[in-house]
T-cell receptor, first 111, second 118 residues
Framework: EDQVTQSPEALRLQEGESSSLNCSYT??????LFWYRQDPGKGPEFLFT???AGEEKEKERLKATLTKKESFLHITAPKPEDSATYLC????????????FGQGTRLTINP | DAGVIQSPRHEVTEMGQEVTLRCKPI?????LFWYRQTMMRGLELLIY????????DSGMPEDRFSAKMPNASFSTLKIQPSEPRDSAVYFC????????????????FGQGTRLTVV
């Protein structure tokens, strides 16, 4: 069974304090790993897709990396507006378009 | 484009009543997904459609749940009868038509319907 585990569950940082969120996964043939951002009361918003180990993608203060067992979402010099829940999901070859999500990391950036 | 549109945004109903959630996907998207989000279980896929045809409904919890997609621009998720444990936020998402070797495209989510069954 495909599984995604995210850590930590919650993270509180000061503005400008860089850190990383972890997404560990087990999947029977990874087709893609997705990162989403979710603000309170809203639906998840797409950030990145990673397809193979060693791949990296960046968007503003965020950078996502992928290995064969896990993915990291690095946040550099975060701002209060980066506060949100960050969700990781995997898509397996055998699961067609099905996404299996982790529980998310709730990130709070204090000014 | 207005994005994926869900209605209602909030629904409060009594146990035993029928509940219908509605979704309008982004125009031109040919895959539609229904997810349920709770604190305990996170985001779970209930069912998804390709070209209006249900492909995988293994996530539908019970026979009380049913979903339809009569055309490319409309889908419903129905719960009959509803129970308090059905209380959750229900999301609809859609993805663009895939082809030309592209198989991994991001899903665009609606704002969700917060369902409370009392």
């Amino acid at each position: 069974e495909d599984q995604v585990t995210q850590s930590p569950e919650a993270l509180r940082l000061q503005e400008g304090e860089s850190s990383s969120l972890n997404c560990s996964y087990t999947v029977s043939g990874l087709r893609g790993l997705f990162w989403y951002r979710q603000d309170p009361g809203k639906g998840p918003e797409f950030l990145f897709t990673l397809y193979s180990a060693g791949e990296e993608k960046e968007k503003e203060r965020l950078k996502a990396t992928l290995t064969k067992k896990e993915s990291f979402l690095h946040i550099t010099a975060p701002k209060p507006e980066d506060s949100a829940t960050y969700l990781c999901a995997v898509q397996a070859y055998q699961g067609a378009q099905k996404l299996v999500f982790g529980q998310g990391t709730r990130l709070t950036i204090n000014p | 484009d207005a994005g994926v549109i869900q209605s209602p945004r909030h629904e409060v109903t009594e146990m035993g009543q029928e509940v219908t959630l509605r979704c309008k996907p982004i125009s031109g998207h040919n895959s539609l997904f229904w997810y349920r989000q709770t604190m305990m279980r996170g985001l779970e896929l209930l069912i998804y459609f390709n070209n209006n045809v249900p492909i995988d409904d293994s996530g539908m919890p019970e026979d009380r749940f049913s979903a339809k997609m009569p055309n490319a621009s409309f889908s419903t998720l129905k719960i009959q009868p509803s129970e308090p444990r059905d209380s959750a936020v229900y999301f609809c998402a859609s993805t663009p038509r895939q082809g030309g070797g592209v198989v991994n495209t991001e899903a665009f989510f609606g704002q969700g319907t917060r369902l409370t069954v009392v």
